[in-house]
């Protein structure tokens, strides 16, 4: 039996993986989504590129929901508290993404040019919103959320929607939003041909250059001006959950305290803009395959760089730093995290391995002829 200090990172380790697999996974159909209105020149075009990811779409948003359902079941407070103040940010993301499953069913069912071009659309706003508001939160997490616990340990949110809309959480917003553009476009160009796969390599490199310059002056603002958290209180990691049993202060530089202990995770950031550079090159050898696992790995450096910044903590408090919800302090009972890690043994590797198997059974470029040829079985 694991013990809970051991635990409790691991389902650290394990929430990163869900984050990076949501990534990876649904991300490249968002970024499909994204490019679809501006890559895709007529009907034909546009739907050559949405049975791309037609048939694997729905199977994606497993990630989504075992990410959001892990991160209820292993961090309750946060999940609590982040849902309470990003309220509005969660909404539209859940409003972006109704246009998801119908704008593909239903897009495609009438021959009329302006039903169509108006789901296009839809499916733009489903693919690139998510993107942009999750990385909006990223960059509020880094800063510190204004909330704070009363006597009850009921969080109340002390800021507003518009308050997260600051101007780094807005450049976290474009190092998000790019980044899923860059996936999208580069497995867009992996399953296509001719102008369309031309088109998509040309968006995914831009979207890559954007990426890495926004990353890079991300994290230069964030050494520079943004302060970060650090807990000044002795912690027992084996300690049941309780918040509020500890003291925390803000100072400049503590987001980079954790790479100057552990110098090897500067292989994150890196990962993060060679993996992106690198996929930009390999797209422009049409070497798309192997650009794609390039990109994925950018993905896993980004996504990896913030939750390394931030460890131990989760969710940092602006308004009450002791408050600060951490690995350490915002997480269910051993039994709970015991129980959950062994059904993840199980199944992630079920999920994976699924995934694999349909992706190769369905591989191969999707191609206006076939389209034509399959007019009434496709999207």
């Given at each position: 039996m694991l013990d809970y200090p051991t635990l409790k990172v691991i389902w650290w380790l394990l929430v990163g993986v869900l984050l990076i697999g949501f990534a990876i996974m649904d991300g490249h159909d968002m970024g499909?989504?994204?490019?679809?209105?501006?890559?895709?020149?007529?009907?034909?075009?546009?739907?050559?590129?949405?049975?791309?990811?037609?048939?694997?779409?729905?199977?994606?948003?497993?990630w989504f929901i075992t990410g959001g359902g892990a991160i209820f079941a292993?961090?309750?407070?946060?999940?609590?508290?982040?849902?309470?103040?990003?309220?509005?940010?969660m909404m539209a993301v859940l409003w972006a993404l109704f246009f998801r499953p119908v704008g593909f069913d239903y897009r495609s069912k009438i021959h009329n040019a302006a039903w169509?071009?108006?789901?296009?659309?839809?499916?733009?706003?489903?693919?690139?919103?998510?993107?942009?508001?999750?990385?909006?939160?990223?960059?509020?997490?880094?800063?510190?959320?204004?909330?704070?616990?009363?006597?009850?340990?009921?969080?109340?949110?002390t800021g507003t929607f518009w308050q997260l809309l600051n101007p780094f959480a807005l450049l976290a917003g474009v190092v998000s939003s790019a980044m899923i553009t860059m996936h999208g476009g580069t497995y867009l160009a992996h399953r296509t041909e001719g102008v369309i796969q031309a088109r998509a390599v040309k968006g995914a490199v831009g979207a890559a250059l954007v990426m890495v310059v926004a990353f890079a002056a991300a994290g230069v603002w964030l050494n520079a001006s943004i302060a970060g958290y650090r807990i000044t209180s002795v912690i027992d990691p084996s300690a049941l959950s309780d918040p509020m049993n500890k003291t925390v202060v803000r100072e400049a530089g503590a987001w980079m305290a954790n790479y100057s202990r552990q110098p090897l995770l500067w292989l994150l950031p890196a990962l993060g803009v060679g993996g992106a550079l690198l996929a930009a090159g390999l797209l422009l050898l049409r070497r798309t395959?192997?650009?794609?696992?390039?990109?994925?790995?950018?993905?896993?450096?980004?996504?990896?760089?913030?939750?390394?910044?931030?460890?131990?903590?989760?969710?940092?408090?602006?308004?009450?730093?002791?408050?600060?919800?951490?690995?350490?302090?915002?997480?269910?009972?051993?039994?709970?995290?015991?129980?959950?890690?062994?059904?993840?043994?199980?199944?992630?590797?079920?999920?994976?391995f699924y995934t694999g198997w349909a992706y190769r059974v369905m591989r191969g470029k999707v191609t206006a002829a076939y389209i034509q040829e399959n007019d009434h079985a496709t999207y």
């Open positions: 499909v989504g994204t490019l679809l209105p501006f890559v895709g020149k007529n009907d034909l075009e546009r739907r050559v590129i949405l049975n791309t990811v037609g048939p694997h779409w729905e199977g994606n948003q497993v292993a961090w309750p407070l946060v999940y609590a508290t982040a849902f309470s103040g990003f309220y509005w940010a169509r071009n108006t789901w296009d659309w839809g499916l733009f706003i489903g693919g690139a919103v998510p993107p942009l508001i999750f990385g909006v939160a990223f960059g509020n997490l880094l800063q510190g959320v204004p909330f704070q616990f009363d006597g009850f340990m009921v969080s109340t949110y395959l192997t650009a794609f696992v390039a990109s994925a790995l950018a993905l896993t450096g980004v996504v990896g760089t913030a939750g390394a910044s931030m460890f131990p903590f989760i969710m940092p408090s602006s308004s009450m730093p002791a408050a600060s919800l951490t690995v350490w302090d915002s997480v269910s009972s051993r039994l709970s995290l015991s129980i959950m890690f062994w059904a993840t043994l199980i199944f992630i590797p079920l999920i994976v």
